[in-house]
């Protein structure tokens, strides 16, 4: 069976509820609560890259700033990158990886 590549056709920030909501192309519709997914930044600073240990784990500890989601920016046709109200905005969640996040195949 091939692998689908499903990409967003809408997001938007729902800020009364701390949620990023993706509409995917399929209709399936999710919800990605602000602090677990600043948690998993895919930023070589947040989860590392290569020997380098990361400088976020599950017992980091957050500000406001640094979990509230001010800007969603899309990134080539694979990936969405959040920009956090701290100005952290280095992470590329790829859309694969908003899809495995989601439990959504």
């Not at 290569?50 to 990936?79: H, I, W």
Request: net charge negative; proline share 5%; with cysteine.
């Amino acid at each position: 069976m091939a692998d689908i590549f499903h990409r967003p056709t809408d997001w938007r920030i729902l800020a009364d509820r701390r949620v990023f909501e993706v509409t995917w192309d399929d209709g399936a519709v999710a919800e990605y609560a602000w602090e677990p997914m600043r948690r998993a930044c895919p930023c070589a600073y947040c989860s590392g890259e290569g020997s380098f240990a990361g400088n976020v784990n599950d017992q980091t500890t957050f500000s406001e700033a640094q979990a509230s989601l001010k800007e969603v920016y899309p990134v080539g046709r694979y990936g969405l990158t959040p920009e956090w109200a701290d100005g952290h905005a280095t992470g590329i969640y790829t859309f694969k990886q908003l899809r495995r996040a989601a439990g959504l195949s």
